[in-house]
């Protein structure tokens, strides 16, 4: 058998050619060679199409140096590619669209608004779901307030923390509204009355930007910072789904959100849970309805969307440990880990996607040579189509030698 490749799909952050996560994939090369997988990251924008070669950057742990060369195609492909308002983003649809063929470990997922859609249809997963509606006009926000004195507003392609509104009616009636800008600086707590609301959000482009508005979940602990969960689900090395870990998250003081990046720290789910639920019998009960659900929403999501290999999923625990699905996430950090001291589970965050990809490999050989003979998770069913974030074709291709 041919050793496998796996090409890692990710996208320059900017013009200059900057990759983002090389530590993640530095790591994720040392660990694929101890397994018999090699390892490569590559852009759409490397990609010669009519010469089917990628000038394809690698790892080098001997010298801790990375280098480029042209290659041929992997064996399989991980896409770690993150939405982005820029004609790097049309390129990466224009590459997908056209490789569909080859073995994707992972299709893109869908927005917030969809995902959300997806599970209110199956009683499995709507009893999850905190109350939520795509903003039309700030009439939705307006009604929601009537039956929720807390509410979250979202954009449906946000990530990070970034453009994020808490409205929090107070007993006198006056709105108390804080959040984080698309920059993700803290927007300071500011008081007003109702009809003050629509002129406030109208600077916020609620329509052009695509928002959702959800019920809030009450989250503060007792030191005031608001907290949740990130719950890591992944396949194995035989192709199974199963949970690798969940760690809980603390909000910076004064932030409405608890990610990582926007100031929070990690903390053991452990520890979090019980500052939170005083019975262990309980949080025995929560913990593993986390691991349950996170294994069949997964399980669901992948025989909606196409092929899945991991999902981190954000969760909140209310105070009589009922579990309220935040956000799914296709493109996961797991920094988490190493950050509530948990080694060895992001060794496994790490490894199991590789382990997986060895199997996917191996499924691939048994099969006859003949083109796709039954369809199997490989392909995205035909209503996966994503939007284009932008119209612009980008032929700024970076200087490199022939391939
Ligand atoms: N409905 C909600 N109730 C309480 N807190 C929420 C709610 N929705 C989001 N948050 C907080 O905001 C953070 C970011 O929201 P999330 O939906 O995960 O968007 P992002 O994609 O920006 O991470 C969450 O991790 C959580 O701390
Ligand atoms: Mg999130």
Not at 3 to 32: F, H, S, W
Not at 327 to 355: D, H, S
Not at 369 to 391: C, I, K, L, Q
């Amino acid at each position: 058998m041919t050793q496998p490749v796996l090409g890692i799909l990710t996208l320059y952050l900017n013009d200059a050619g900057t990759l983002e996560e090389r530590k993640y994939y530095e790591r994720m090369t040392v660990e694929g060679r101890k397994l018999g997988l090699q390892l490569f990251v590559f852009t759409p924008q490397d990609v010669n199409d009519a010469k089917h070669r990628i000038y394809a950057h690698f790892y080098h742990p001997e010298s801790g140096r990375w280098a480029r060369r042209w290659t041929a195609f992997p064996s399989l492909i991980f896409d770690r590619c993150r939405i982005q308002r820029t004609p790097r983003f049309e390129q990466l649809l224009k590459f997908r669209s056209r490789y569909s063929h080859l073995t994707f470990l992972n299709r893109p997922l869908r927005n917030k608004w969809q995902i959300h859609a997806l599970l209110s249809k199956d009683n499995r997963f709507s009893a999850y779901l905190p109350r939520t509606r795509y903003i039309h006009s700030v009439n939705d926000v307006r009604d929601m307030l009537k039956s929720h004195s807390l509410l979250y507003l979202k954009p449906i392609n946000g990530t990070g923390g970034r453009g994020i509104l808490r409205i929090e009616r107070l007993a006198g009636g006056l709105l108390n509204v804080q959040g984080r800008d698309q920059s993700r600086r803290i927007v300071p707590p500011q008081r007003m009355s109702g009809d003050k609301l629509g002129s406030y959000l109208a600077k916020w482009n609620l329509q052009d930007v695509r928002y959702i508005v959800q019920q809030g979940l009450q989250l503060k602990l007792s030191n005031g910072c608001v907290h949740d969960y990130r719950l890591l689900v992944q396949k194995n090395g035989e192709g199974k789904w199963g949970m690798t870990g969940c760690a809980g998250r603390i909000g910076a003081p004064g932030s409405i959100t608890a990610n990582l990046h926007g100031g929070g720290r990690a903390a053991k789910m452990d520890q979090l849970l019980e500052q939170w639920i005083g019975d262990a019998a309980k949080r025995d009960a929560v913990k593993r309805e986390v691991e349950q659900f996170g294994v069949g929403l997964a399980e669901y999501l992948e025989l909606c969307c196409g092929a899945l290999c991991e999902l981190a999923i954000d969760l909140a625990i209310d105070k009589r440990g009922r579990i309220w699905l935040i956000e799914v996430n296709p493109k996961p950090a797991r920094e988490v880990f190493i950050r509530a001291g948990e080694t060895e589970t992001y060794r496994q965050a790490i490894v199991r996607p590789l382990e997986y990809a060895l199997w996917r490999h191996k499924q691939k050989q048994r099969k006859p040579a003949a083109g796709v003979a039954s369809r199997d998770m490989t392909e995205p069913p035909a209503h996966t189509a994503v939007s284009p974030e932008t119209a612009d074709q980008d032929d700024n291709k970076m200087r490199r030698p022939s391939p």
